[in-house]
Each structure stands twice: as structure tokens, then as C-alpha cells.
DNA sequence: GTGAAAGCGCTAACAA
DNA sequence: TTGTTAGCGCTTTCAC
């Protein structure tokens, strides 16, 4: 016989453990240890044997032990409503850098604008996650309720709820800012408001900042001359700028609740003959790169999305550091900035 | 002595384990597992007092005890090049969506196109993922050297290479129908092709097979008209093509590497007092959602890259399964779809 | 330079 | 219904 068969194969179904590779190298788990992780304390021959017999071996560490023995790894669980919405990669890449800085990972979820499906997305983040970040749409008692114990730091969230850490977004300012330049540098009068759909928790605060700022004006406002858009996607601001062009046809500007709206806005007014901006002024929020590409280019309220990404990892290495922190009464804030463009 | 140490409080820093909740309600871990999993086998009361010990104490268990213990959660790692390309996040969705279904966690890193952050971003991700996904620059032979054992599934990766699994992009048809499109049913005849950055693996392969087929044609074809564009994003284009156009005034018609580099072409022609498409014809490739809303829009050459994302998640699964498989002759293949719109 | 033993936090199997 | 035991795979003592 030969001792052939001292190399074992990897069987498929089973990795190799520490302890394989221990018997195959003819040494102890420990000396394995060293070697795989290149600590002093050994001989180069045994090192390299041990080596070759992981190599063989097709070996890798268990994540899991490792984590539990050494409990010094951190993930940050990421929850978008659309991956595929180009707000989102702003944001993301704040999210990941501070990660990066900080040796944390992030694992990402995608709860497709779905209520329920935010939920369920949230719970299986967690269990991967030791905190998670995310623009939620379910009440913070429901988040607390289902995820007991789990630290969330939620973007875009509107200021006074209690229970978890946020970042917040001055929409009151940035939507002034929108209503001020259309009203003061170009002398709209008949501005609409092209909201974002109900459930999410941003809209109304945008929709609510704008009508407040038009009226101070002394401009008309409310539901006259608002239109909901049904998703906030371009096609949604097509749509709703369609609805409310019916029943304002007279209407010389419009604030639109995201750049893509407004984009959707900007293409039906062209449809209907109407010339952007010399007949009607149209504004977004957000400020995505987009907004540049697109004919007339797109005036916009810029928001730092990578700053904002930033900023909620900062505050989950805070609700980290000191679970039984009290709730911050002022969350970090993100300033909108207008961007004037062609459209206006 | 007393015993005061009994009753450990949840130390900023330390988690309570399952061990502090057992204690806290006086019953053994067992007890509290069962609470905590909703198993059967425990009484009402018994269990209210354990999740009421638990909420108190902030108790979460640990997901690498668990992980250990159960042994079926699987991560996968997907790297991208720049989170901010919007070519990702159709085929993040892809990833994600197979993900989901297998009840899978997908954690994300961005090498941030540099060559050395990816194979340090790829040994972060391993860290924490069981497989990987990824468009990498890096040699494969650097990849299995730099990440032994590691299961990886490559992207966009050309054919012919070995020992890691990959999906296919079917880069040839997808140039052919670009050039056949601007040649038969555009008469163009003086063609121009923007190249992606020298880096990145699939650039060559775009432009050579575009240029076999410009030959095919009888028409000219390499480096006079070409011209490197240094970033794959809209600057990236315009300052490309300002190069080319200088070298070839009379081009009328441009192969673009990517949706962003056409668009920046689009753009620079506009400036240089070109019209598009009536003096050139521009096309792209990838049939980025943003082609839509250019003016004009963008012909391009689409690809399905949520599918691209799918299938990787399915490679990764097969790698999975058996690790000691073979790399197999013939990936998974995309195959790109011309669309035509404004631009030609 | 190397090995043996203990234990990280959890759950499956079994015992009571 | 509840508790005890063992062990997942790893690394940190502490011996040798």
C-alpha cells in the first residue's frame, strides 16, 4: 500500500478544517494557525509544508470561528429601496468608504419598494450585520419591534422620532432654495408641485417646505396644484406632470420632488409644445450627475449623497461604541445647495 | 466577597451573549435558544421572561456562533470598479435578486478602478464571503496566488483563461452589429473607435473585434482611428473624441467602448459644430437607462446585465457545489442586442 | 519551535 | 417542558 491516500481529497460538501490540514502537514492545529496566518514562531520548513498541505487541501479559515474567537470584525448591513436608482451609488460609495477606512464590510439588500419586503430585507441583513443603514419606509416602532436590538441609522428621515440613529436632509431649506430661485431670479407665479409618492416619508416634507415657501410668497399652493408621481422614476414624472399640466395649463414653473421626476417633467412639457425654460422654469432635488447630460440641463437642489453616506456610517460606530446611548436630539444634517442650470 | 458579579451589566463594548440572558431569567441557554428561535418545546411563561431578560439586556446573538453552529449561510462578495458607474447597479439587481432567492448575503466592495486597492478589496471581501464576483483588471494567475481557495467568478472576462469560473459577454456579435449597423444601414464609411482605458480587460477585445469587422467591410481601421479614452465616463469621452476628431476631421461615423464614452462624444461633436447624426453617427455600448434621455438618444449596443449578474450568482453556486469541478470550456454567455435610437 | 488545552457563543442530541 | 453535554473551527494562553 501507499500512503497515497494521505491526500485526502477536498470532498465536496465538506471544506477542510484547520484540523485536515493539521494531519495531512503532520502537526498540530496550532502550528497550522501560525502558518496560515504568518505569526512568527515557526520553521520555514514546517511553514512550508503546512502551506503546501492547505494548498492541497484547497483550505480557507472559517470566517465564523475566526469572527467568534476573535470578535474584532464589523459589518454594516446597507437596505436600498432600488438598487438600480442612481441616487443610490452617491450614497453607497460614502457608505463604503468610511467602511473601507475603518476595516468594516457592508452587506446590501434590496427591498424593491416594497413595505413588506423592507421588513423581511432588514431582518435577513441582520442577521449578517451588526448594525444596519437604510431609507425605511415602516414606522420606528415597527423597525423596533422587528428588529429588536439591532442599531439602525436611518437616511432621509424626518427629525423627532426617537429609538435610532439618523442623518438628516434640510429639505425646508433646500426646497426654499428651489422656490427662491424660480419666484426671485426668474419670476415664476405659477409654479406646481410634482410630489413623490405617498408612502415615502421624505415627499410630504418636500412637498410640505415647498407650499410653505410658496405662500410666503404670496403664491398659490396646495393639493390645486400638486400631482403625485407614482413612482419616482422618470416615466412617474412624465405622468404626473401630464396630470397636473391638465389641470394647471397656465402653470410657468414646477418643483418636482427628484431630479428624475423632473427629467420625466422636462420630456412631457416638450410633448405638449410647452419650451423649457422659456415658457415653464422646472427644478429638481438631489443634483445627480444625470441632470447634466440631459437637454436643457437640469437646475437642481444638490444634496452631498456621499456625505450623507459618510455621515451614517459615523453614526453607527457611535450607536456602536455606546449601545445605551441616549437619541441624539440633533442628528447630523446634510445641506441642500442649489445648482442652477438650463431648465430654468 | 459578594456576589454582586452575578448580575454583569451590559458593558458599553461587551454583548451580552446568550449565557447573560440565561442567567438574567434563571433558566439554561437552551431555554433562552429556544425563546429566541420561536422552537416549540418551552412553556408560555418561561418564554416571555426570557425575551423580557433579553430586550433588557440589548441581548442580539452572535452571528458567528451561529454560522459555526448551523453552517448554512452563504455570503458572496461582488467587487465593482466604481460604485458610481452606472453599469453596476443593473447587474448589483441581477446579483442581488438570485441572492434573495437562495437566501444568500452579498457584502460589496469598489477597488475604485485601481489595480493594487482591487486585489486588497478582494482579500477584504474574502474575508467575509464564501465566493466572489468581480470585473478584475488583475491577472489570473495574481488572483489565484493572492486568494488561495478562493471561489471567484469573473466578469466580462475573456475566453481561454483558467481556474476561475466566469460569464461571458459575447463582445464580437455585440461590435458586429455596431459596425454593420453604422455601415449598411447608416453608409457611414470613415469610422472612428473610442477605446476604454488600456486596464481594463474587455477594452481590447471591443475595439479588435470592432476593427475586424471595419475591415470586413473593406473599410480602414486601426490606431488612426482610434483613440484611448482615459476614464470610461462622459469627460472621458469628450476629451477622446477631441483627439480623434483632430486626427480624423472628416469621420463620420464613431464606435464608442461604453455608453458614457458615446455620450461625451455626442457632447464634444455638438461643440466642435458637427451634428449628430446628420454629419456623425455615434453608437454606443452596454444600453445604459441614461441613453434614453440624451438628446439625441443614444443608439447602443444593449446588454442584459441583471442577467449578467444572475448568471455569475448561478456560476458561483456550481463553484460552490464542487469546488474540485472543472473550469468549464464554455461560460455562461450575455449575448448584447443592438438598439437603435437617435444617434445614427 | 511546537503542542495541548481551554473557550469564544451558539444549537443539536440526548437526558431528566 | 427544561437542563446537560458536546462540539462547530479557530486562536490565545501556557506548557514543553
Redesign the interface.
Known amino acids: 500500500m501507499t500512503v497515497q491516500h494521505l491526500e485526502r481529497?477536498?470532498v465536496?460538501?465538506r471544506r477542510a478544517t484547520i484540523g485536515d490540514v493539521a494531519e495531512l502537514a503532520g502537526v498540530s492545529k496550532q502550528t497550522v494557525s501560525r502558518a496560515i496566518n504568518d505569526k512568527g514562531e515557526i520553521g520555514a520548513a514546517t511553514k512550508e509544508r503546512v502551506l503546501e498541505a492547505?494548498?492541497s487541501l484547497?483550505?480557507?479559515p472559517?470566517?465564523?470561528?475566526r469572527?467568534?474567537r476573535l470578535?474584532d470584525?464589523v459589518?454594516v448591513g446597507l437596505l436600498l429601496s432600488d438598487?438600480?436608482?442612481?441616487y443610490?451609488?452617491?450614497v453607497?460609495?460614502g457608505v463604503?468608504?468610511v467602511a473601507?477606512d475603518r476595516?468594516w464590510?457592508?452587506?446590501?439588500?434590496?427591498s424593491r419598494g416594497d413595505r413588506r419586503r423592507e421588513l423581511e430585507?432588514l431582518q435577513?441583513?441582520a442577521?449578517?450585520a451588526d448594525a444596519l443603514i437604510g431609507q425605511c419606509s415602516s414606522p420606528d416602532e415597527e423597525l423596533a419591534r422587528e428588529l429588536?436590538?439591532?442599531p439602525i441609522v436611518l437616511l432621509d428621515h424626518p427629525p423627532g422620532h426617537r429609538g435610532h440613529g439618523s442623518v438628516r436632509i434640510d429639505f425646508t431649506s433646500g426646497m426654499r432654495q428651489a422656490v427662491d430661485h424660480l419666484v426671485l431670479d426668474r419670476g415664476r407665479r405659477r409654479i406646481g408641485v410634482l410630489e413623490g409618492t405617498p408612502r415615502a416619508n421624505p415627499a410630504t416634507e418636500r412637498r410640505l417646505s415647498a407650499e410653505q415657501r410658496l405662500r410666503e410668497h404670496g403664491l398659490p399652493a396646495g393639493a390645486d396644484w400638486t400631482a403625485h408621481a407614482v413612482s419616482h422614476t422618470?416615466a412617474g414624472g412624465e405622468a404626473a406632470l401630464a396630470e397636473l399640466l391638465t389641470a394647471r395649463p397656465d402653470m410657468d414653473g414646477v418643483v418636482c420632488y427628484n431630479d428624475q421626476i423632473a427629467?420625466g417633467a422636462m420630456r412631457e412639457l416638450k410633448r405638449a409644445g410647452r419650451r423649457v425654460p422659456a415658457d415653464v422654469s422646472v427644478i429638481g432635488f438631489d443634483g445627480l450627475?444625470?441632470g447634466e447630460?440631459?437637454?436643457p440641463s437640469l437646475t437642481s437642489v444638490h444634496i452631498d449623497k456621499a456625505r450623507l453616506g459618510r455621515l451614517a456610517v459615523q453614526e453607527v460606530a457611535r450607536l456602536l461604541?455606546?449601545?445605551?446611548a441616549p437619541p441624539v436630539p440633533d442628528a447630523p444634517v446634510v445641506h441642500p445647495e442649489l445648482v442652477v442650470r438650463g431648465s430654468t
Chains 1, 2 share one sequence.
Open positions: 481529497k477536498p465536496p460538501g492547505a494548498r484547497g483550505y480557507r472559517s470566517r465564523f470561528a469572527g467568534l470578535q470584525s459589518t438598487v438600480t436608482n442612481p443610490y451609488p452617491e453607497a460609495s463604503l468608504e473601507e476595516g464590510h457592508v452587506v446590501v439588500g434590496d430585507a435577513v441583513l442577521r449578517q429588536p436590538g439591532v422618470v427629467i450627475p444625470l447630460l440631459v437637454t461604541a455606546d449601545p445605551t
